[in-house]
């Protein structure tokens, strides 16, 4: 077939739409090729896709993520690439008074020629591209092809144009509008690839084509929502028209229509609607997750010419920036409600997003929602996600931090780049507005902290010029397109960020990004030394489970976390000493390489909950907990707290339980041992607490049980006990815990333990686990039992396919737990393949299994 390409051409999947629009898909029959090569081979490739997965597809590299195979493809960005394909024109196509050309994302720097007429140079992947082609097409066979430049010397030729250069030191990569994370990251592996990455289509109209139905929401209350459904329609044709609006929510719906009167060119029409007491939208944990359907037409002379669908959900948001004792405040307030932030920032999905599936989006953000998280912070270095993505969002009630595509950097100020950010910021607000989701615009990730890092660096007109390119961007050109194509959603300059103004440890304001635990190696404890007012960016890392890391090594690979795989696997310069160094000051040497692994996921998870729980514990000073960060682009060493194949890390469960709902969270200060119980309700709760004071065999030292009512939205101390109380006697502080829980209708909804003593210190004694595994309506129930304390129980089940209704829990003496598992597999092979490890089993070879009872 690739042979005889020059005599054929193929029809793509054709659509006719209202009003005899038609669309032709152009996603089959393309070819690609080396350009240059000297080859001339042409191969089949998939479209969407890149590069690098075509090349895979047809067995000319290894896998990306196999040991070191990245080291052996970088290659692949050095090229040129071209990609062609052939569709054949009918007359029906051709009478149409427009013919477009449209591709929804190019990456990036790549010249479109249609029967060798040039008709595009696109230069950014966040933009997408239609292009009158109706000078261009002919009857029957026509071939479309787009040459791909190799990244980095398209973005050098960008450099040598740009006379500042010298002075400002902007990085090559920054020239060019195209994913970051693809150079590399500190998570996250190089391919810098190329590709035609979203749908591309030929399209046919005539006199109406409606371009976008927007939802404006300038007045959301429980009584009312004023809404506006604005509808962009580029006409071919001057005269009166009659637009309608379909609208409702479920079964029910209402129609409203309007005569309105066009121009030639692009039109906006309104029609302004009001909804008696509406179904509001609210972030999970708060209410339910309704969303309105809405559905547009414009018809002339009684004749439908286009439609247009939109879906969102209502709801009013509010950045909330007033002063108080601490500073100015940041927290964000959904109908009314001030909403403390829980979740986690999110990178891309993986370093080739076309193999993403729906199935792994609705994996991670339900695995989100599971963990009681209500925000994700889509983070600005890589793209701007899928409408799978904030659909899911806006179903789960998931808010999301909208970073734009800048990260970590400075980037060029002229006139032409400023442009095409304009473009690309209109085209993606416009696209994902109508999403409820979406709860912040942010500028970028870091730019405007590296500013103030790296400026020192640079010479004074370097200076003056970096903050001439980064200032008119981030402070004028985004909120301007904020502010009139979606109002209602606040804006923020960039994440960390004061929005410029002066900050002191008794003067906080904005949000804030802290790493002086892992890039600092403070200990963990001083994240209670800090009150930022919304931490949208803290973290430590931790490795995969061993069936992930098998996946991407050999026997020899996992002698020790210091191999060369396992170092390519890490893309932090001293993650893996890092990790090591803060694992010795908690805890001895593991005994073996998957002991390694998993003590490290408990090392993260306590970590990260240190700061977690300080933070809720600090409401209303500190409104937002965002930990970095919730999933992987590969299998690797990393911060997140779901690895690349969506497996849970002792992180993800532990924080399902630091952001309950309903939170008891002891701490020691001031040689007392403070009980905090925290609440995002929205009334009081009735509630019961109860603390005992236990050695690691079960014995109370002491206990007390009191009724408390806990307000709405809050946090509030409710007992105070002097750490002497548990010297009493001649206690050893290493060998007691605190067992706090708390309980609301019998019922506990929360418990934590608090160690008295330095982890290193606390003397955990071995423990043998009783277990008990019985079928119950076709899922598995496991009981397990231990006479002393057992940490961080940590259950497997060997090569199945299984999920577990929690795991790395604790056992208090004498107290059964039972966790639910769901597999295919029967009892038998369960039983075969069922470990339980606890903490105390990673340093020595007690055993910690009895025999089924």
Not at 122 to 137: C, G, Q, T
Request: include cysteine; charge should be negative.
């Amino acid at each position: 077939m690739l042979a005889a390409f020059a005599c054929l051409s193929f029809q793509g999947t054709a659509q006719t739409l209202p009003g005899g629009r038609q669309v032709v898909a152009l996603d089959q029959h393309w070819e690609f090729q080396q350009r240059g090569s000297g080859t001339g081979q042409w191969l089949p490739t998939q479209v969407p896709g890149d590069v690098h997965l075509d090349l895979l597809r047809n067995k000319l590299i290894p896998d990306p993520y196999y040991r070191d195979n990245e080291t052996k493809l970088q290659w692949i960005e050095e090229a040129n690439w071209t990609y062609r394909t052939r569709i054949d024109v009918d007359a029906a196509m051709l009478r149409h008074a427009h013919q477009d050309l449209v591709f929804e994302g190019l990456d990036t720097t790549a010249h479109v020629f249609l029967n060798d007429h040039p008709v595009l140079n696109a230069d950014n992947m966040f933009r997408s591209w239609r292009i009158p082609v109706k000078a261009y097409l002919h009857p029957g066979a026509n071939e479309i092809r787009v040459e791909f430049d190799a990244p980095g010397k398209a973005a050098q030729a960008l450099v040598d144009e740009d006379k500042t250069n010298a002075e400002t030191g902007i990085p090559a990569k920054a020239y060019l509008r195209k994913a970051a994370y693809e150079y590399g990251w500190d998570w996250g592996p190089r391919f810098v690839t190329n590709g035609i990455t979203q749908p591309a289509y030929l399209e046919g109209w005539d006199e109406v084509r409606i371009s976008d139905l927007h939802i404006s929401q300038p007045d959301i209350s429980q009584q009312v929502a004023h809404v506006v459904a604005q509808v962009t329609v580029d006409s071919s044709v001057a005269g009166p028209a009659t637009l309608k609006l379909n609208y409702g929510i479920g079964d029910s719906r209402n129609e409203i229509s309007s005569h309105v009167e066009m121009h030639e060119g692009v039109n906006t029409l309104s029609i302004p609607v009001d909804i008696a007491h509406p179904a509001l939208w609210y972030p999970a944990g708060y209410g339910e997750q309704p969303l309105y359907k809405f559905h547009a037409t414009v018809s002339i002379d009684s004749k439908v010419q286009d439609e247009k669908d939109a879906r969102t959900g209502l709801r009013s948001i509010q950045l909330r920036r007033e002063r108080d004792q601490w500073g100015r405040s940041f927290g964000f307030v959904v109908n009314g409600i001030p909403v403390f932030a829980k979740g986690a920032a999110v990178i891309p999905f993986d370093s080739f997003p076309n193999r993403v599936t729906p199935d792994v989006y609705r994996g991670i953000l339900k695995s989100a929602k599971d963990a009681n998280m209500n925000m994700v912070r889509l983070w600005g270095g890589g793209y701007y996600e899928s409408e799978t993505f904030y659909n899911l969002c806006d179903e789960l009630g998931l808010m999301v931090w909208q970073d734009f595509m800048f990260a970590s950097s400075w980037y060029p100020g002229s006139y032409d780049w400023k442009q095409n950010v304009r473009l690309e910021a209109e085209y993606q607000v416009t696209r994902l507005r109508n999403h409820p989701s979406i709860t912040l615009w942010s500028g970028n990730n870091e730019d405007e902290s590296v500013l103030y890092a790296f400026l020192g660096k640079q010479s004074a007109e370097g200076k003056l010029q970096i903050w001439k390119d980064y200032l008119p961007v981030f402070s004028g050109l985004m909120p301007e397109v904020i502010q009139r194509e979606d109002a209602e959603v606040p804006y923020w300059p960039s994440s960390p960020s004061a929005d410029y103004e002066a900050t002191t440890d008794a003067f906080q304001s904005g949000d804030a990004h802290d790493w002086s635990i892992w890039h600092g190696r403070e200990p963990f404890k001083n994240y209670e030394n800090h009150f930022y007012r919304f931490f949208s960016e803290y973290g430590f890392q931790s490795f995969p489970e061993l069936k992930t890391v098998e996946s991407f090594t050999t026997p020899e690979d996992r002698a020790s976390i210091f191999t060369p795989v396992m170092l390519a696997h890490q893309k932090n310069n001293e993650g893996n000493s890092i990790i090591h160094d803060y694992l010795l000051r908690d805890y001895a040497e593991p005994k073996d390489f998957a002991s390694f692994l998993y003590v490290s996921q408990v090392l993260q998870a306590e970590g990260v909950k240190v700061g977690a729980e300080h933070m809720r514990r600090s409401r209303p000073r500190v409104m937002g907990s965002l930990f970095w960060q919730l999933n992987d682009c590969w299998p690797v060493a990393s911060w997140s707290s779901i690895d690349y194949y969506g497996r849970w890390k002792a992180l993800q469960y532990y924080a399902r339980r630091f952001y309950s709902p309903l939170l008891v969270s002891p701490v020691v200060q001031d040689s007392n041992i403070h009980i905090y119980a925290v609440s995002d309700k929205t009334a009081p709760t009735a509630a019961s607490l109860r603390l005992r004071l236990m050695t690691m065999d079960g014995k109370v030292v002491k206990e007390e049980t009191k009724q408390i009512t806990l307000p709405a939205l809050s946090s509030q101390q409710y007992e105070q006990w002097p750490l002497q109380t548990a010297l009493a006697g001649g206690q050893d502080l290493s060998k007691l815990f605190l067992s706090a829980d708390l309980m609301v209708d019998g019922s506990t909804v929360s418990r934590n333990l608090l160690y008295l003593a330095p982890t290193k210190q606390v003397q955990l004694q071995p423990a043998i686990i009783a277990r008990e595994l019985t079928k119950v309506d076709g899922s598995y129930h496991l009981k397990l039992k231990s006479p002393v304390l057992a940490r961080d129980i940590y259950v497997t089940l060997g090569d199945l396919d299984a999920k577990l209704s929690d795991n790395y829990i604790d056992l208090l003496p004498g107290e059964p737990a039972e966790l639910t598992i769901t597999t295919s597999a029967d009892q038998e092979t369960l039983e075969r393949n069922l470990k339980i490890t606890s903490l105390v089993d990673a340093f020595s070879s007690q055993p910690t299994q009895a025999a089924q009872r």
